[in-house]
């Protein structure tokens, strides 16, 4: 089995930072690729930002230099930190990761959620 844990989400004035971490724990031989996800009231999911092993990054236009996506592979932990936040970042972030298991198939896994408000 393998769980995410995610923190760091919370309430911050328009300009301000916040700084997301998801660490995974179980049975992982490797982590492939490793994403930040939000989703706001009456909107669907959309992709944040993504990191792969060897660290190459893709962000959505709607963050691009502001947020900064980055992982520690040792501790197999991924962080967001998101920089000259805005209303319109208010959302629940989730984390996601592709995961190799000692044996069996890789596969996906979602982060519980973290609520980022961003006030006016």
């Known amino acids: 089995q393998v769980q995410l844990v995610e923190s760091g989400g919370g309430l911050v004035q328009a300009g301000g930072s916040l700084r997301l971490s998801c660490a995974a724990s179980g049975n992982i031989a490797r982590i492939d690729a490793m994403d930040w996800y939000r989703q706001a009231p009456g909107k669907q999911r959309e992709l944040v930002a993504g990191?792969?092993?060897?660290?190459?990054?893709n962000y959505a236009d709607s963050v691009k230099g502001r947020f900064t996506i980055s992982r520690d592979n040792g501790k197999n932990t991924v962080y967001l930190q998101m920089d000259s936040l805005k209303p319109e970042d208010t959302a629940v972030y989730y984390c996601?990761?592709?995961?190799?298991?000692?044996?069996?198939?890789?596969?996906?896994?979602w982060g519980q959620g973290t609520q980022v408000t961003v006030s006016s």
């Open positions: 996601h990761t592709i995961i190799v298991p000692p044996w069996g198939a890789r596969r996906d896994y």
């Open positions: 990191i792969t092993f060897r660290g190459s990054t």
